[in-house]
């Protein structure tokens, strides 16, 4: 496996030097002479052919040089031929797209599209469109994507992935598959084993927290065959990246060292960083000792042969608590850079905006030019002057719509078609960019397609106007219900305030059982951030869509969402009424009401298992797929499962609160898992009614955690019909009942 690994590298190498020959670099450059072309429209027609194999000779995707003003792309041409100019591979398909929704009006999105829709020969454009880039820097991937969306993604999910972030106009994408190799390959030069390195090493769906300094080892321990094969996959993706145009954005090294390290290494003090929600984190390397520098070189010399190089790493200091100890943060923030410029001369920093993080004393000692903050919380709260708060460092207007990859619909979109050009073009702007960070892709399609788009317009947004255009493409046509169905969940869930969340509120379907709780996880809104009758009147006049329009695969992704939204929120008002009845010991009411919760569930699983989105089985059929014997694929399982329910052990579960962190709402979770839990909490308290006594008390994680330890197989392919089962929620459901939004 190692000398496989060394031939990785070398072909990494060579693969790293042509993609940048063959692509525009990520910067603005100079314009090209005229007599050779700006870059190979290679790479650009090959996503085409894959996202629109019976239409893609009927584009010409031609490249010009990037102006002193920044990427831009151009759509004209004729019926059966349309002629598309962009500044970067990347930059065409976005153009390519542009044409997809404002000319044949249709729909890729992420996930669902209305392609099918398209006509024989496509459409011709009303005479040239042109689309100027509004900021240099598109941003995209939050550190926990890959542990809320897939750790276990095989190549084909990532390319579909980087066809669609390209589309959308994306242009910088965070990459940390296979980091776990880098930091494997460093330590073993600093005195440790390879066992001792893969059990400190997380598994897949944990790393992403390892890799902030968080916690280690839990999920593992991982394998070198499992970390050769993240490694190939990561050179993969970021290859593709730069073939297209885009950066990946790799980690960078800031410190984090295994346990022992100043025992190995004498000149290395480290600084314990105590615990992080029930874990303890990884010692902090003391970025101003002797050994700091020489464990970044080795760091950047094997990510280096890995991954070949970047502009662009990403790392956070003291992420979420971390300690400083007796070490200047500006002396430090001062090595980190060094570190950073000696192994990539004028490589940026990039940093998460989250919580206080980064601190004033980080920015003042270093460049502020050789630094990007991708601001996790622009549309979370108000009163944010980030040019005062990050001392005039650039930045990106960005979002976290989602955490823990919560199945919940919802965005501050009418935060964002304000507040982005009003940031953007005030006195002194130091804001350069987007960064769409949601802790889970694959949901929200129309918050992914309006926030990306807003890096492409120059005057605001019209956030009614664009819902409105985006019904009809969304399923290939026009329809009044789509667009009534459109208009109500614009006006409801995606129209929450900013204040307090960026989120909606989870399902309490999902929760741990009680007749008080008013979240699943610990962190999310404890009630309604809209009018919950939006979602249900939206999905009945989505059922009355006209029949022709209901064949793409968008309209059914949508109708299974916001009919699963429909009845996720009808837990909130069933639970109440549950309560009520066993407060006041009334057993015929209390049965019909919890009667009624059972049945939920089960109409619940009945529903996702329509659509493969909202399946347990891929995630887990994934997860076993990188395993070679079965000790490997059932570690695999235990990694995907646990990140779902208890998210670790007892004591981050428990006294962390992490526990259903990451609820969502898939057939056979629900089933198996959470429709379970709550039959076994119910029953205990019908038990109680009838006897007099207090309900058993249950130790949830342990029952949760042997869920965890499970192996049983999920189906993987979709059953029943999407729409007859959202038509039976919704007569499953009373009539809409008075607004009960709130923060």
Known sequence: MRSLRSWIAACTAALAVLATVLSTPAAPAEAAPSDRPAFAPGPAEAALRRLLPRHAGQFDLVPVSRPASGDYFAVSGTTGHVRIQGTSPAVLLSGVNWYLKYTAEVDIGWPGDSTSKLPKKLPAPVGTVHQDASVPH????????????????????????????????????????????VYYDTFQEFGYAKKELTSWIPGPAHQPWWLMQNMSGFG????????DQRAELGRRIADRLRRLGMTPVLPGYYGTVPPGFTDRNPTGPVVPQGGWVGFERPDWLDPRSEMFPKAAEAFYRHQRKLFGDSAMYKMD??????????????DAAKAVMNALQTAHPGATWVLLGWQNNPSTQLIDAVDKSKLF???????????????????GAPYAFGTIPNFGGHTTIGA??????????????????????IAYLPEGTGGNPVAYELFTELAWRTAPSDQSAWFADYAERRYGGADPHAAKAWELLRTGPYSTPSGTWSESQDSLFTARPGLTVGTAASWSPSSMRYDASTVQQALTELLQVAPDL?????????????????LANRSRTLLPQIKSAYDGKDLALYRQRTTEWKQDLALLDRLLATDRRFMLGPWLKDAKSWGSTDAERSAAEFDARSVLTTWGHRSGSESGGLRDYANREWSGLVSDFYAKRWTLYLDSLDTALVTGQPPAAIDWFERDNAWNLELKSYPVKPTGDPVALAGTVRASLPAPVAPTAGD
């Open 373 to 391: 903050i991708v601001d996790g919380l622009a549309d979370r709260y108000n009163g944010l002057d980030r040019e005062a708060a990050w001392h």
């Open 412 to 433: 501050n979109t009418a935060v964002w078609t304000a507040r982005f050009n009003e940031w953007r073009t005030k006195p002194n702007s130091a804001l350069q960019g």
């Open 138 to 181: 598109r941003f995209a991937l939050n550190d926990t994507d890959d542990g809320y969306s897939g750790a276990y993604r095989n190549w084909a999910s990532y390319e579909k992935q980087i066809d669609v972030l390209a589309l959308h106009g994306v242009n910088e994408v965070f990459v940390q598959m296979g980091a776990d190799a």
């Open 220 to 227: 593992g321990p991982v394998t070198e065959k499992l970390l």
């Open 550 to 566: 209901r064949k793409s695969d968008a309209y059914r992704f949508d109708v299974v969402d916001v009919a699963r939204q429909a």
């Open 317 to 330: 200091l003291l992420h979420e608590g971390g300690r400083p100890g007796d070490v200047p943060i500006g």
